[in-house]
């Protein structure tokens, strides 16, 4: 155990700041599983704008790194794109 008051105090610190990054990463990650399964595209693209705004604070605040925020960002929106061509191919057969 830490003797000195300014380790127990950033002991604090740490804890509190630990759980704070594991729920936004948690809820961040809960988000972007929600995007990935939804199938109608209005939908996608109302969330879309809010889950890369929710992984840009990650990025910024650096509890993930600035790339794979790239990544994610980039996967989601071949996704949601992807969701509009089968859309429009589905209706041009019909």
């Avoid at 740490?14 to 948690?26: Q, V």
């Avoid at 929710?54 to 910024?60: N, P, Q, Y």
């Avoid at 061509?85 to 019909?94: P, S």
């Amino acid at each position: 155990m830490a003797n000195h008051i300014s380790a127990l105090k950033r002991i604090r610190q740490t804890a509190t700041k630990r759980l704070l990054n594991k729920y936004k990463s948690k809820t961040t990650r809960n988000a972007v599983r929600d995007l990935k399964g939804l199938e109608d595209r209005k939908e996608a693209e109302v969330l879309l704008p809010k889950v890369t705004a929710m992984l840009d604070k990650l990025a910024k605040s650096n509890i993930i790194h600035n790339n794979k925020a790239a990544n994610l960002k980039s996967k989601l929106t071949k996704h949601v794109n992807s969701l509009t061509k089968t859309k429009a191919k589905a209706k041009a057969k019909a």
